[in-house]
C-alpha cells in the first residue's frame, strides 16, 4: 500500500512539473522578447540575467534590454512538424482512393486478370497507394512547422 501511494505521489508531481505555465528564463535558454513601447521583438539566447536587464545574443549581435521594457517573455520549447499528421492523412486518402481504383480497374476485368477476385484487387491498390500516399504525406508535413512558446519571466 505504502509503495502505491509513494508511486502515485512521484507520478502526480513529475506531470505537474511538466505542465504549461509560467516556466523562468535561465541563461542559455532561447527566449522571444517583446519589448514595451517600440513593438520590437528579440528572439535569442539569454547570455545573462542582471537585476535591473537582459542580456540577449540575437542573430550573433549581444543586445541589452531593460526589464522595465519587457512587455512579454516567451521561451522555445522547441519545433513541431506535422509528419505525423501529415502521414496519416496521406494514407487515408491513398487507402480510400486506391480501394476504388482497384475496384474499378477490377470491374472492367475478365478472366485473364492479375487478381482473381475483386477484394484481393482493392486490397493490394489500397495498401499500394495507402503507402505512397503516408510517404508523400509524411514528407509534405515535414516541410511545415513552427517554434512552440511558452510564457516566461526573468
Same mark, same amino acid.
Request: net charge positive; glycine share 14%.
Given at each position: 500500500?505504502?509503495?502505491?501511494?509513494?508511486?502515485?505521489?512521484?507520478?502526480?508531481?513529475?506531470?505537474?512539473?511538466?505542465?504549461?505555465?509560467?516556466?523562468?528564463?535561465?541563461?542559455?535558454?532561447?527566449?522571444?522578447?517583446?519589448?514595451?513601447?517600440?513593438?520590437?521583438?528579440?528572439?535569442?539566447?539569454?547570455?545573462?540575467?542582471?537585476? *535591473?536587464?537582459?542580456?540577449?545574443?540575437?542573430?550573433?549581435?549581444?543586445?541589452?534590454?531593460?526589464?522595465?521594457?519587457?512587455?512579454?517573455? *516567451?521561451?522555445?520549447?522547441?519545433?513541431?512538424?506535422?509528419?505525423?499528421?501529415?502521414?496519416?492523412?496521406?494514407?487515408?486518402?491513398?487507402?480510400?482512393?486506391?480501394?476504388?481504383?482497384?475496384?474499378?480497374?477490377?470491374?472492367?476485368? *475478365?478472366?485473364?486478370?492479375?487478381?482473381?477476385?475483386?477484394?484481393?484487387?482493392?486490397?493490394?491498390?489500397?495498401?499500394?497507394?495507402?503507402?505512397?500516399?503516408?510517404?508523400?504525406?509524411?514528407?509534405?508535413?515535414?516541410?511545415?512547422?513552427?517554434?512552440?512558446?511558452?510564457?516566461?519571466?526573468?
Amino acid at each position: 500500500m505504502f509503495r502505491t501511494a509513494v508511486l502515485v505521489s512521484l507520478t502526480v508531481l513529475a506531470a505537474a512539473s511538466r505542465l504549461p505555465g509560467q516556466q523562468k528564463a535561465l541563461p542559455g535558454d532561447r527566449v522571444r522578447v517583446l519589448v514595451r513601447n517600440r513593438s520590437d521583438t528579440v528572439v535569442g539566447r539569454i547570455n545573462s540575467v542582471t537585476q *535591473d536587464s537582459v542580456i540577449l545574443t540575437a542573430y550573433g549581435n549581444r543586445r541589452a534590454v531593460a526589464k522595465s521594457d519587457v512587455a512579454r517573455v *516567451d521561451i522555445s520549447r522547441g519545433s513541431k512538424s506535422y509528419v505525423k499528421t501529415g502521414a496519416m492523412t496521406g494514407a487515408a486518402l491513398g487507402l480510400v482512393g486506391g480501394g476504388i481504383g482497384g475496384g474499378i480497374s477490377h470491374s472492367n476485368c *475478365d478472366s485473364d486478370c492479375f487478381f482473381s477476385s475483386s477484394g484481393a484487387a482493392i486490397g493490394a491498390t489500397a495498401l499500394l497507394f495507402g503507402t505512397a500516399g503516408a510517404a508523400a504525406g509524411g514528407l509534405i508535413g515535414a516541410m511545415f512547422g513552427h517554434e512552440v512558446w511558452e510564457p516566461a519571466t526573468f
